[in-house]
């Protein structure tokens, strides 16, 4: 590949140029404001990327007008009509849904205001990042790769997807009775089943961790009949309510929005409401513990999952499915920290959704020899 990732003739790194330069905004010379369009669930979970790619907006931009009075995380919300305010500021969309972005574009155009994803922004900037994690894939993964990544510039629906997450790859099924399986984010338990279906039953023990108290509850109730039905000694599951992190520490449950406000919830050490636990680091968790196989969807704190437990994943080298999608510094951070991190690993790259969402990245230490 050396460095030109191509799908259907386009190179990755060279997607976002023409709109970077239509909005005034360079990667390397900065403007000195950010106007951020959008105070929703999308914008809750780029919170963490607004940090690590220096995107401190003055104020936020929104259709809601009561917002206006209210403000959004300490700063003003405006409509699109007051961007003007703002002559020295360039404009964020944060979303990742195709309708809303083709319909808040259209807004915004049809007033003059030029604009950027999110996305445009964070991938033109870190191109040489992407390429890089480009390289260390196989050719497969690399189609499915720069796929996600133009799908989202381009605003299109994705061209390559697999329905099952976590176990359609042959490196990721079949029995393994010695295993341990942590699942991180275990939601209601619909990991868990596909699991034991995949394992024919076969592990050794499994650690569901949920921090979301009804999911939680369902999850129990799940797991009490899949031991019924598979005949499991009920102690090889053992189920956790807690957040994992960085480091061991307190946060709250803060939950999604929506239809299904436990989907999409989330650990937030900041948070002052919501229902309070506790925050464990896995070098700690499973300090006596040898994992086998760790996967993660816990909401954008992901990597900082991976650096609490860098230590026991460099110990006992398990095979790793971690979401990367959930906002868009994920795509490149995680993959590059991983590679950085793990010596002798192999990865792929596949996704499960027709949304943006369910991007799975795939590490699994060359010795297994599959």
Known sequence: MEGDLCNDGQRLDAAPERRIAESGRSCEGKKKEWLVFGTGSTTELYLPCFEVEDIDPVAYVDNNNAKYETGYRGKPVIPPSKVSAYPDAAVLLCTDDRRTCREIGAQLTAIGIPYLLVAEYVYACHAAEIMENADALDKVSCAVYADRILAHLENRPLQHMERVAYFSMPEFY???????????????????????FSRQGGFS????????????????????????????????????????GKENCHGHVVSGSGTNAQLGSRVSEEAD????????????????????????????YELDMLQGGIHVIKRDRPKIAVCIYHNCSDMYRIFAYLRQELTEYRFAVRHHAYSFAETVLYAWPAEMGV
């Not at 079949?174 to 034991?196: K, M, P």
């Open 174 to 196: 079949g029995c393994a009775y010695r295993e341990v399986f942590v699942d991180i984010g275990a939601y209601v338990g619909d990991t868990i089943e596909q699991y034991l």
């Open 273 to 300: 409401s919501g229902d309070a636990l506790v925050i464990h680091k896995i070098d700690e968790l499973f300090r006596d513990e040898h994992i086998g196989f760790l996967k993660a969807d816990i909401e954008g």
């Open 205 to 244: 023990r499994i650690y569901a961790i949920e921090p979301n108290r009804v999911s939680f509850e369902a999850l129990s109730a799940r797991v009490e009949r899949l031991c019924r039905e598979w005949a499991l000694d009920r102690e090889r599951i053992q189920l956790i309510q807690a957040g994992i």
